[in-house]
C-alpha cells in the first residue's frame, strides 16, 4: 500500500506533499517526546502499588477489606494451668422420641463407666415444643456427683439441626421460638441467651442451613463413621479460611442404649454396640473442672477429637520463639512475626508403641506435610513461617492403629484408622473479625 492509498480521505489540501506530510508527523512525535518520561515514571509507580499491595487494582479501586496488620492479640492463656476433660458432645436420651433403651441414668453410669468427665444430653427440642427445661433437664435422673452435665439440646429446625450448649439452665424455648426467622433474628436471640451454639452434621441430612457467623463450633466428627465426615471437613476448612475462628468438636450422635431384657430391644438396639456415647470423644483443655471451663474451652478452641475414650489424644503445640518451651496450643491465636514457628504433634494416652502413625498437617485448608510417629509418646516436629500479613492456620490429622473400645466394640471397624484429629494453630485471626 503507497502512502496515498494509506491517507486515503484525509483531507489535507491540495497544497500538501508527501515531505510537508512527513515533516508534520515528525515534528508532533518529537512534542511528546519530553512527556515520555514523566508517563513512563507514572506507571512505574502504579505497577509498584499493585505489587505492594492488592488494595489497589489498576482501576485505583481500593478493598476496605484487604489484609491488614493485626492488632495486638489477647494473650495466650497458660499452656500448664489447667486439665483435660473429655466427654461427648452429642447423645439422645428417652426425651428424644427416635431414641430408644437410652435413658438420662442410663448415659450418665455409662459415661462414669469408661470415664467421662462431661456429657452434653442433646435431645431433640421439637419433640417436646422446645421444652426441654421441663424434660431432659427436670428427669430426676439429671445428675450426677462426677460427671459434669451440661445444659443442651439438639435445635431441631426446618433448616437443619444445631446443639446448644450451656453452663446453667436457659431459656431454650426462646430459641425453638424463633426457629423459622430469619438469621439476624435467630442470632440476636441467641446472642441474648448467652448460649454456645454449634452447627451439627454440617453436610448431607439436616445439615445445619444457617449462618456460620452465630455458631462457635461445628461437628466435623459426627459418630463412630469416621468416613462419613469428609463434607463436614471441607465445609470447616472453608469456614476456617475465610476467617473464622471456629472450633470444630466430635458427637456420637447416638440414640439407642442396650436394652435391659431382650423384650425391650428395638430394631436399632444394634447401634448400642457400634456408635455410642465417646464415638467420638472430644477432649477438651479446661482450666477447672467445671461445667463453664468445659464450654469456654469449647469456645476458643483448645480441643481435639479422639476415636473413642481410650483413644490417645492428640496436643498440638507451638514455640513462637524457638526457644525449646512450647509457646501456645490449638485454638491459641498469635501474631506471625515473620520468624520460623516449631510445630509439635503429640499423642498422649494409651499409644501402641510397636506402631506407626501417621500425622497429616493441613495449612490453610490444603495438605502440608504428611509425618511419621512411632514410641511410646509418638512426636512429629515440623517448621514453617506463617506470613506475616494475613491469616494462616495450620491443623492436624492422625492415623493408626485403632484404640479397643471393648463397651462399644463394633465402633473399631467404623472409625478404622481414624485415630483423632487437633483444632487449629491460628495466626493474625482477627478477634474482632
Ligand atoms: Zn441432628
Ligand atoms: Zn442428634
Not at 476433660?85 to 453410669?109: P, Q, R, T, Y
Not at 452434653?120 to 445428675?143: C, L, R
Not at 490417645?312 to 515473620?338: C, H, I, N, S, W
Amino acid at each position: 500500500m503507497d502512502r496515498d492509498m494509506l491517507f486515503a480521505g484525509y483531507n489535507f489540501g491540495p497544497m500538501v506533499s508527501h515531505e510537508l506530510l512527513k515533516n508534520m508527523i515528525l515534528k508532533n512525535t518529537r512534542k511528546i517526546a519530553p512527556f515520555k518520561g514523566i508517563v513512563y515514571t507514572g506507571l512505574l509507580a502504579i505497577m509498584a502499588c499493585c505489587t505492594n499491595s492488592s488494595a489497589l487494582a489498576q482501576s485505583g479501586h481500593v478493598n476496605p477489606w484487604a489484609p491488614v496488620e493485626v492488632g495486638p492479640l489477647p494473650p495466650i492463656a497458660s499452656l500448664t494451668d489447667g486439665m483435660w476433660l473429655k466427654g461427648d458432645l452429642h447423645v439422645h436420651s428417652i426425651h428424644s422420641k427416635d431414641a430408644s433403651n437410652n435413658s438420662v441414668a442410663k448415659i450418665i453410669a455409662f459415661c462414669k463407666s469408661v470415664g467421662m468427665d462431661y456429657i452434653g444430653i442433646t435431645d431433640h427440642d421439637n419433640h417436646v415444643n422446645g421444652d426441654v427445661a421441663h424434660n431432659t433437664w427436670a428427669d430426676p435422673e439429671f445428675k450426677s456427683d462426677s460427671v459434669l452435665l451440661l445444659y443442651s439440646a439438639e435445635w431441631t429446625t426446618t433448616r437443619g439441626h444445631g446443639n446448644a450448649f450451656s453452663a446453667k439452665p436457659y431459656d431454650h424455648q426462646r430459641l425453638y421460638d424463633v426457629r423459622d426467622q430469619r438469621d439476624v433474628v435467630v442470632g440476636a436471640v441467641k446472642k441474648e441467651l448467652g448460649i454456645h451454639l454449634s452447627a451439627n452434621h454440617p453436610s448431607g441430612k439436616d445439615h445445619f442451613g444457617f449462618s456460620y457467623d452465630m455458631v462457635e463450633s461445628i461437628e466435623v466428627w459426627n459418630s463412630a463413621i469416621w468416613s462419613k465426615n469428609a463434607n463436614a471437613i471441607m465445609i470447616w476448612d472453608d469456614m476456617l479460611s475465610s476467617g473464622r475462628k471456629l472450633t470444630g468438636r466430635g458427637g456420637s450422635d447416638s440414640h439407642h442404649g442396650t436394652p435391659d431384657s431382650p423384650d425391650k430391644a428395638t430394631k436399632n438396639s444394634y447401634q448400642a454396640k457400634a456408635n455410642y456415647v465417646g464415638t467420638p470423644t472430644t477432649w477438651v483443655f479446661a482450666k477447672a473442672r467445671t461445667t463453664q471451663a468445659v464450654i469456654d474451652a469449647l469456645t476458643n478452641g483448645r480441643v481435639s477429637v479422639s476415636a473413642n475414650p481410650y483413644a490417645p489424644r492428640v496436643e498440638f503445640y507451638a514455640d513462637l520463639d524457638q526457644d525449646g518451651k512450647m509457646d501456645m496450643m490449638m485454638g491459641d491465636d498469635a501474631k506471625a512475626t515473620g520468624k520460623p514457628v516449631k510445630f509439635r504433634v503429640q499423642l498422649t494416652g494409651n499409644t501402641s508403641p510397636d506402631s506407626t502413625y501417621k500425622v497429616s498437617v493441613v495449612k490453610n485448608g490444603d495438605p502440608f506435610g504428611t509425618y511419621k510417629a512411632t514410641g511410646k509418646t509418638p512426636v512429629v516436629e515440623f517448621t514453617d513461617t506463617p506470613a506475616t500479613l494475613g491469616r494462616t492456620y495450620y491443623r492436624v490429622v492422625v492415623e493408626g492403629p485403632p484404640t479397643a473400645y471393648p463397651q462399644v466394640p463394633g465402633s473399631m471397624a467404623l472409625s478404622g484408622n481414624m485415630v483423632g484429629l487437633s483444632n487449629p494453630i491460628y495466626f493474625n485471626f482477627d478477634p474482632n473479625f
